[in-house]
C-alpha cells in the first residue's frame, strides 16, 4: 500500500478575486489552471500519472529524436534524457505507463476523465501540461496493447522497470519504488498549495486589515466607549515618545493601536512560514526530516516575500488608495510600510539560507543557473536597503536615500521576476505577486506625472520672512491646491528629480475672502518642517472678489534641498526660480472624523499654523480654539491677516513666543481645561508642530480621554519623522 500522510496543523487562507484577475490579465495559459498555485492552478494532477512519469521519465528509450536538452531541477522536470516527441509515439513509454496508472490511480480514487485528461497533455512535458503535444493512442488503447503483451509473455515473465535502465518492452513497476516518488509528488502538492494559500492570505489581510478597522467611522453616532478606546490606543506603545525617534534615534516607536497591527503582522509572518508542517517518508525529494523542513520553509518564506510586495508598495505610494477609503494618516502606512519591508527582508534572506542549506551539496552546479543568480540579485538589493534606509540616514541624507530606495527597490523587484521566470517561466502562478507590485509603482508614478501635469511648469518667487532668513517664503502664482503639494526644483541642482512636501491652505479665485472654505490640509512626515498658504490677491476693479489663485508657503531651511535654496537666496531681497507642482494631497483623513465634533481645539507650533487655520476654516460654525507658540515675531507678523480672519470668525486665539515671560505653551493644561469643560458634544483635537509638542499633546490625549465624560477625536498634523 502507498502510505499516506497527515499534517501537523491546519492553515487559514483566504481566496481573492483580485489574484486572479491579475493572472487573467498577465499570466499565459501554458500551465494547469489559471491564477497561482492554491488558488487556481494545480500542480500534479493526478498525482498518480505524475509518480508513474517520475519514475521511467528518465529511462532511456527505443525513438529516434532530437539530443533532449537537459535541466532536472530536484522539485520540477525542466528536461529528460528522452527528446519530448519519444515519449509520444515510444510503445514500451507508453504501455509501461498505462499499466502503472492502472495500477495506481485506482487507489486515488481517479476519475477515469482525469486520467484522460492527463494522457492527452502531459506525457511529453511532465508538469506542465500542452494540449499540443498528443500521443500517437489514446490511455484506453495503450492499456490494451500493454494488457496483450502481458498475455504474449505471460505475467510471470514480465519484466519490472528500474529507474535509469534502459526501457524497451512493456513493463511493470513495484510498489516499493514507487512509494519515495508517490509521497514525494503528493507531499510537494500539497506544501505548494500551501505556499500559494499562505500568501494570499497576508497579501490580502494586510490590506483588508486598515479597511475593516476603518468600518467604525460610520457608526451613527461615535460611541464614549469608543472615543476612550482610541485615545487608549493613541499612546506610544513604550515611552512616551512617537513623533520624536527613539532608540538612539534608530527609529520611530509605534502608538498602541499601530503596534497592534505590527504584532498581527509578525505573528502571522512566523506562524504562515512554518505551518501546516507536512511530512511524508520515504521521499524523493526531502530524504530526511530535516529536508523537509529546509524545503518547506525555504519555499515558503519566499512565496511570503513576494506576497509583502502587495503592502509594501501599496502603503509607501503617493497615490495609496487606502488613503481615500480608510481614516489612517500617510505617515501611518509609511510606519507599517517600514515594518512590512522588515519582514520581507527577513522573509527573503530565511528563504536563501534555508535552500542554499539543501542545495549545499549541488551549489556548485545550481549557483551557475540564471534563477540562482537572479535570486541574489534579488536578495542582497533588499537587504542592503535595510541600512541605507535606517532613520539617521533619512535624516542626514534624503536626498540620498530617496535614490537609493527607488533604484534598489526596483532592482529587487525586477530580479524577483527574473528569479522566479528563469525557474517556472509562467507556470505555477508566483510572478503575479511581482506584477501587482510593479503596477502599483507604476500607477502611482503615472498619477504623480498627472498631477504635474495638471499644475505645469511655473515660476516661484523666494523672499525671506526675517532678516535672518530662519524661515522663507514661497510664492506660486496660478496654482490653486488644498493638502499639500510636493514641490520640484528643476534648476536647484542637477537632481532635478528631488521633490518635498509641504502643507498648503489653499482659497480660490471668485470667493470672497471671509467666505472661502478650504477642504480639510494635511501634511507629509517626510524631511522638513514646513506649511503652506494658498492666498489670492484683490483685483485692482473689485474688493470682494480674489483674483488670480496664488500659493503661498512658509518653511524653515533645513538640510539638504531646503538648505540650497536658502544658499541660493543669499542676501537678496527676492529670488524668481522655476517650479513644478505636484498636488493635491490628502495625507491624513482623520480629518473627516472632526466632522462630529462641537468644539475644536487647534495647537500649532511654528510654520505648522498653516495647517491648522486651514482645518478651523473647513468647520466653520464650530465652536475653535487657536494656541499657536512660535519663535520669532516674523512669523507671527507673516500670518497676521489670516489670524485676525479667525479672530473676526469667533475664534478664541492664545499666541506664545518663545522667551516671552508667559513661556511656552502648556498643552496638557490646554487638552485637560476643554476635556473638563461644561460644553456638550465631541471634542476635536488637532495638533500641528514640532515633534516633541505632538507627543506631549498625544500623551495629554492617553492620559485624559479615557477618563473623559465627552467623545474625543484626535488628529495629529506634526511635520516629523
Not at 17 to 42: C, E, H, I, N, R
Not at 49 to 73: F, M, W
Not at 85 to 111: G, H, Y
Not at 503 to 519: H, R
Amino acid at each position: 500500500m502507498i502510505p499516506s500522510f497527515r499534517p501537523r496543523l491546519g492553515s487559514f487562507s483566504t481566496f481573492v478575486l483580485l489574484l486572479l484577475t491579475f493572472s487573467q490579465l498577465f499570466t499565459p495559459s501554458v500551465a494547469d489552471g489559471y491564477g497561482m498555485l492554491g488558488a487556481g492552478k494545480w500542480l500534479y494532477k493526478p498525482v498518480c500519472g505524475h509518480t508513474c512519469r517520475r519514475l521511467i521519465y528518465n529511462n532511456p528509450l527505443l525513438c529516434d529524436g532530437d539530443n533532449a536538452t537537459t535541466h532536472v531541477h530536484r522539485r520540477h522536470l525542466h528536461g529528460a534524457t528522452n527528446p519530448p516527441e519519444c515519449f509520444l509515439k515510444d510503445a514500451a513509454f507508453l504501455r509501461t505507463m498505462a499499466l502503472c496508472m492502472a495500477n495506481l490511480c485506482p487507489r486515488d480514487n481517479v476519475p477515469i476523465s482525469v486520467i484522460e485528461e492527463y494522457w492527452e497533455s502531459h506525457l511529453a512535458t511532465g508538469t506542465v501540461g500542452d494540449l499540443s503535444l498528443r500521443p500517437v493512442m489514446s490511455y484506453q488503447e495503450a492499456l490494451m496493447y500493454a494488457h496483450q503483451d502481458i498475455e504474449e509473455v505471460g505475467a510471470s515473465n514480465v519484466p519490472y522497470a528500474i529507474e535509469g535502465e534502459p526501457l524497451n518492452v512493456t513493463s511493470l513497476v513495484r510498489d516499493e519504488d514507487l512509494v519515495q516518488y508517490y509521497n514525494a509528488q503528493t507531499w510537494f502538492e500539497r506544501i505548494e498549495r500551501d505556499h500559494g494559500r499562505n500568501a494570499i492570505a497576508i497579501g490580502v489581510s494586510s490590506v483588508f486589515i486598515p479597511i475593516l478597522f476603518s468600518l467604525f467611522r460610520f457608526l451613527p453616532t461615535r460611541p464614549l466607549w469608543y472615543s476612550r478606546l482610541v485615545a487608549t490606543l493613541e499612546k506610544p506603545f513604550a515611552g512616551h515618545r512617537h513623533r520624536n525617534p527613539t532608540v538612539a534615534d534608530l527609529g520611530i516607536m509605534p502608538t498602541r493601536g499601530q503596534a497592534l497591527y505590527i504584532l498581527y503582522l509578525v505573528l502571522t509572518q512566523i506562524f504562515l512560514a512554518i505551518f501546516p508542517l507536512v511530512f511524508s517518508l520515504p521521499n524523493s525529494i526531502a530524504p530526511t526530516r530535516r529536508d523537509h523542513f529546509l524545503v518547506l520553509v525555504g519555499d515558503r518564506t519566499g512565496a511570503l516575500a513576494m506576497a509583502d510586495f502587495v503592502a509594501l508598495f501599496l502603503f509607501s505610494s503617493r497615490n495609496n488608495i487606502l488613503l481615500w477609503i480608510t481614516d489612517w494618516s500617510h505617515s501611518t502606512f509609511l510606519l507599517l510600510h517600514r515594518w512590512i519591508a522588515y519582514c520581507l527582508i527577513i522573509q527573503v534572506s530565511m528563504h536563501s539560507a534555508l535552500l542554499l542549506a539543501s542545495y549545499y551539496a549541488s551549489h556548485a552546479t545550481e549557483s551557475q543557473k540564471p534563477y540562482w543568480i537572479w535570486g541574489i540579485v534579488g536578495t542582497l538589493a533588499f537587504v542592503v536597503l535595510w541600512p541605507a534606509s535606517i532613520l539617521p540616514v533619512r535624516k542626514k541624507a534624503y536626498e540620498f536615500f530617496l535614490i537609493f530606495h527607488q533604484v534598489f527597490s526596483a532592482i529587487g523587484l525586477v530580479a524577483t521576476f527574473f528569479h522566479i521566470y528563469k525557474l517556472y517561466k509562467y507556470n505555477w502562478g508566483y510572478e503575479i505577486w511581482a506584477y501587482i507590485g510593479g503596477v502599483i509603482w507604476f500607477l502611482d508614478r503615472f498619477l504623480r506625472l498627472l498631477r504635474m501635469i495638471a499644475t505645469g511648469y511655473r515660476t516661484a518667487v523666494v523672499t525671506p520672512v526675517d532678516p535672518d532668513s530662519e524661515y522663507l517664503k514661497i510664492e506660486i502664482d496660478g496654482v490653486v491646491a488644498h493638502g499639500h503639494v510636493y514641490l520640484y526644483f528643476p534648476t536647484l541642482t542637477w537632481r532635478f528629480w528631488e521633490n518635498h512636501p509641504y502643507s498648503i491652505l489653499s482659497t480660490f479665485s471668485g470667493t470672497t475672502p471671509g467666505g472661502s472654505k478650504a477642504p480639510p490640509p494635511s501634511s507629509d512626515p517626510e524631511e522638513k518642517r514646513s506649511s503652506t498658504s494658498s492666498v489670492s490677491e484683490l483685483s485692482s476693479g473689485s474688493s470682494s472678489v480674489l483674483g488670480r489663485p496664488k500659493v503661498t508657503v512658509l518653511l524653515r531651511p533645513m538640510n539638504g534641498l531646503t538648505k540650497v535654496l536658502a544658499t541660493r537666496l543669499g542676501q537678496q531681497k527676492s529670488l524668481s526660480i522655476p517650479i513644478i507642482v505636484e498636488g493635491s494631497y490628502h495625507a491624513n483623513p482623520a480629518i473627516r472624523n472632526l466632522k462630529s465634533c462641537s468644539t475644536l481645539l487647534c495647537i500649532a507650533g511654528g510654520v505648522g499654523i498653516t495647517p491648522v487655520i486651514s482645518i478651523i476654516k473647513s468647520f466653520e460654525g464650530v465652536k475653535a480654539r487657536l494656541a499657536w507658540g512660535v519663535r520669532t515675531e516674523w512669523l507671527l507678523r507673516s500670518v497676521d491677516d489670516e489670524i485676525q480672519d479667525l479672530v473676526k470668525r469667533g475664534v478664541k486665539v492664545e499666541t506664545r513666543i518663545s522667551g516671552d515671560t508667559n513661556g511656552r505653551l502648556k498643552v496638557a493644561d490646554l487638552v485637560k481645561e476643554e476635556l473638563e469643560s461644561g460644553d456638550g458634544g465631541d471634542l476635536g483635537v488637532v495638533v500641528c508642530g514640532p515633534s516633541a509638542m505632538a507627543d506631549e499633546v498625544r500623551m495629554a490625549i492617553a492620559e485624559f480621554g479615557p477618563k473623559a465624560n465627552r467623545g474625543l477625536v484626535f488628529v495629529d498634523e506634526a511635520f516629523s519623522w
